[in-house]
């Protein structure tokens, strides 16, 4: 049975910092591409970040390059996401996700390119 478990959410004031994690279990975690999305209240859920099977690629969306930065621990199962200078518009719930699908950096920007879910963690960025 796959498992993702997210942590690391909270309330945090803008311009700070928070690290996500996401804990995989159930499959061989080098084996599977991961991404962390997000999704805010009203809005449809949007990718933030993706890292390649080996951690050797990573791609953001726009709003996010040059402040988070997502990386993964293969031995230890686990994708994280670190955010730095933090905005109330990052207030959202994250979510990471994971596929055994091959593609292009854009496809895996796509929600439909995943395969695994994890339940969420909020984080809130208080102005």
């Known amino acids: 049975q796959v498992q993702l478990v997210e942590s690391g959410g909270g309330l945090v004031q803008a311009g700070g910092s928070r690290r996500l994690s996401c804990a995989a279990s159930g499959r061989t975690f080098n084996m599977y591409a991961m991404g962390w999305f997000r999704q805010a209240p009203g809005k449809e859920r949007e990718f933030v970040a993706g890292?390649?099977?080996?951690?050797?690629?990573?791609y953001y969306t726009d709003s996010v390059k040059g402040r988070f930065t997502i990386s993964r621990d293969n031995p230890k199962n686990t994708v994280y996401l670190q955010m730095n200078s933090l905005k109330p518009e990052d207030t959202a719930v994250y979510y990471c996700a994971d596929t055994g699908r091959w593609g292009s950096d854009s496809y895996y920007q796509l929600p439909r390119a995943y395969e695994y879910w994890g339940q969420g963690t909020q984080v809130t960025v208080s102005s």
């Open positions: 890292i390649s099977r080996d951690g050797g690629r990573t």
